[in-house]
């Protein structure tokens, strides 16, 4: 007898458009309940680097060398982070210095080095985390506009100074 391959659920997680999965979300993907045998799958597909481990339960399907670095720290800070403050408001003219590290708001406080690239993560309440007012959602990950990084920027220094004054409204 002919033992076959269980091959449905590769081509199901190559056929999606996201490119990083938390473990969580590659359970529901293949409907496994059993913690054990989703474990050992994703052990297995991280061996034949159908999977590539950012950090303990975050995967990628492709090298992380080949992910956006805002995709990277977006996936590592929570479901519902985004990419704001000193990283949007360089990008936008708002301030003139460039920041040192990529700078993200979501629902835990952490600094992380990835890839090359620093992070700085800060805490928001998850309340405000879920109104999505101001945040630009391209699928892989999430940038606030100029408004909301402005808003981000007071909600955690009061004082900061501000280069573009014209900017600010």
């Not at 996201?18 to 409907?31: E, G, K, P, Q, Y």
């Not at 950012?54 to 492709?62: D, F, I, N, P």
């Not at 720290?73 to 982070?81: D, E, N, Q, R, Y």
Request: aromatic content about 8%; charged content about 25%.
């Amino acid at each position: 007898m002919y033992i076959t391959r269980n091959t449905t659920r590769q081509k199901v997680l190559l056929e999606q458009e996201r490119r990083v999965f938390r473990t969580s979300d590659l359970a529901v993907l293949w409907r496994m309940s059993n913690k054990n045998t989703l474990l050992t799958t994703i052990k297995r597909y991280v061996q034949k680097q159908v999977l590539h481990r950012l950090v303990k339960g975050v995967y990628a399907t492709t090298p992380m060398r080949k992910l956006h670095p805002y995709e990277i720290g977006c996936a590592v800070a929570g479901p519902l982070a985004y990419v704001s403050t000193e990283s949007i408001l360089s990008s936008e003219g708002v301030i003139m210095q460039q920041p040192t590290k990529i700078t993200l708001v979501g629902k835990k406080s952490l600094e992380f080095e990835l890839a090359g690239h620093q992070y700085l993560c800060r805490y928001l309440n998850p309340q405000y985390l879920v109104d999505r007012t101001g945040i630009t959602d391209n699928g892989r990950f999430s940038t606030a506009k100029t408004a909301r990084a402005i808003a981000d920027m007071k909600h955690f220094d009061p004082q900061y100074h501000f280069d573009n004054q014209k900017a600010v409204k």
